[in-house]
């Protein structure tokens, strides 16, 4: 076959479908964390715990009670959510009045909290867990090989992506976020329950990680550690892409994450750091993020 | 109309107001009354209490002591989210229009509240202006548009006492005068309007009964057809 700059195109698009895969839970997470900086002003520090947290809990759900991998994506975010949504109303709500500084902190204790408990009940060596049989194999398709599963992820997540986007920016219930985000405080002199939607919106953005967990299983074991490994890159992510701007969590994360597979292709040693790199050259250039506005 | 006392057709009746941002206190002892269809305003300096007395009404506020009475019921103690549904409309000195929303958004943003709300159709009618700018960002009218539109989205959602806070402040005179126009056609389809003005002149076009507020307390009541003859007292209040 032809090569591409010297590259074997199996090994080009190889590398591409992970740097895509990346990228869908780069989206996925940094679209979480978005959402509900933009709402609550709180760096979700937990948002990699919570991942994992959604990837246990379709192991649990499996090895404990026979449930599966469907049920379990819907299940498992669900159950993500409701654990948000008791955090933010006893924990996290104490918080708003002082320095967003507290709320990072109070995240990034539960983050090891949350860890600490998986680990010391399971281990870091990490569970296996089952490819659903409806996504098993794959196909050929002429330039390369597409395991079903992979495929099944990046389409899934662009779709969870891009129904949150439409959400978000075209619906009704959508105006009200945003509006909530300018100013909460005019939005429920209009009469609408803004405490409540803030408790919402922090549920929505867990259970994406959830899903994210869940998505993920089946590809990387299910380890305690799994968020943390993550996380980092992802929080990258969101500052490129600008802290609160939704689209921007969507694109930068996809974006991102196919970078980072072309740079395992074309010059390996630097895969682990191109991410940060970018962040240091946006972060010069434009502080803001490339779709982030001034605040 | 027996001017100034309190009588049972009272829509807001707010008495023994005291109100405090943090430690300082801002409202001492503020009472007055409005019946239903009356336009009535508050008059005084920077500072005085207009508007923490509009966002105590509104429970923006949140430390009040005393009593605000809104057909019958009691705002104080009400979640914050509850006192707009009885039918209370609030148009806030900044605007408030959003950037992040279109000009349709925000026209449709507030919900509504009771019925017998008036039709986008009948806004247009009375903003023109606004006909056909719906997918502008909401920023980026003009500030003259964008009061109008503040005050068109609480039209749609069936308030029926409205709280307009400086609806004229920074505007042209040409924009002042389609914005009485406005108010006035909303006193004559029956609202009960309560007016935050520096621009005394531009109240005394629309109002039936001015309070005058000076530290935080009301010092004053003037009917519109006295106001010419408390004149003097006026300008001592305001410092004009």
């Not at chain 1, 281990?123 to 659903?132: A, D, E, L, M, N």
């Not at chain 1, 590809?219 to 992510?237: D, H, K, T």
């Not at chain 2, 039918?87 to 019925?115: A, M, Q």
């Amino acid at each position: 076959m032809v090569q591409l700059l010297g590259i074997p195109p199996q090994a080009l698009f190889g590398q591409l479908l992970l740097g895509l895969i990346n990228g869908s839970f780069y989206a996925l997470l940094s679209l979480g964390l978005a959402v509900i900086f933009g709402m609550l002003n709180v760096v979700n520090m937990a948002h990699g715990a919570l991942y994992m947290v959604g990837a246990f809990l379709a192991w649990l759900l499996m090895t404990h009670a026979g449930i599966g991998y469907w049920p379990a994506l819907v299940l498992a975010p669900l159950m993500v959510g409701a654990i948000g949504l008791l955090l933010e109303r006893t924990m996290l709500r104490r918080l708003y009045k002082v320095d967003h500084l507290y709320g990072l902190l109070l995240t990034f204790g539960l983050a090891l909290i949350f860890e600490g408990i998986f680990r010391h009940q399971y281990g870091v060596s990490g569970q296996p867990y089952p490819i659903p049989d409806l996504l098993k194999g794959g196909s050929n398709l002429g330039f390369m090989f597409l395991p079903t599963y992979r495929g099944w992820v990046v389409a899934f997540s662009l779709l969870v992506c891009f129904g949150t986007w439409y959400a978000i920016e075209r619906t009704r219930l959508g105006a009200y976020l945003r509006a909530a985000t300018e100013n909460p405080t005019l939005v429920q002199a209009f009469g609408i329950n803004v405490p409540v939607m803030v408790s919402l919106t922090y549920g929505f953005g867990v259970a994406l990680a959830g899903l994210a967990g869940v998505l993920a299983a089946p590809i990387y074991q299910v380890n305690p550690l799994m968020g943390s490994n993550l996380i980092i890159v992802v929080f990258a992510v969101v500052v490129i892409g600008g802290m609160g701007s939704i689209l921007g969590a969507i694109v930068t994360g996809l974006g991102l994450g196919l970078l980072e597979g072309l740079t395992k292709v074309f010059y390996p040693e630097a895969a682990n750091i191109v991410v940060f790199v970018i962040m240091a050259v946006v972060l010069m250039i434009k502080p803001a993020g490339l779709f982030g506005r001034e605040r | 109309m027996p001017d100034g006392s309190i009588t049972k057709t009272a829509m807001l009746e707010v008495g023994d107001l005291h109100a405090f941002y943090g430690e300082s206190h801002v409202l001492h002892g503020v009472s007055l009354d409005v019946r239903q269809g009356e336009v009535v305003t508050l008059l005084g300096r920077n500072g005085a209490g207009k508007t923490t007395t509009m966002r105590s009404i509104m429970g923006i506020v949140g430390k009040r002591r005393g009593s605000i009475r809104f057909q019958g019921q009691q705002l104080i103690g009400m979640a914050q989210h509850r006192i707009p549904r009885l039918g209370i409309g609030y148009v806030p000195e900044e605007r408030g229009i959003f950037s992040s929303l279109s000009v349709d958004e925000n026209l449709t943003l507030p919900p509504v509240v009771k019925p017998g709300g008036m039709t986008v159709p009948q806004i247009y009618e009375l903003f023109p202006n606004l006909k056909g700018r719906g997918s502008t960002q909401g920023t980026r009218l003009s500030g003259g548009e964008q009061q109008m539109l503040a005050i068109a989205r609480i039209l749609r959602t069936g308030a029926t006492l409205i709280l307009l806070d400086e609806p004229t402040e920074g505007l042209a005179p040409v924009i002042i005068e389609q914005i009485g126009v406005a108010v006035r056609a909303l006193k004559a389809r029956g609202f009960t309007i309560v007016l935050v003005e520096q621009n005394f002149h531009f109240a005394a076009t629309i109002a039936d009964r001015h309070y005058v507020m000076e530290e935080g307390r009301i010092v004053d009541m003037i009917p519109n057809d006295q106001l010419h003859a408390n004149m003097d007292k006026l300008h001592t209040h305001l410092g004009v």
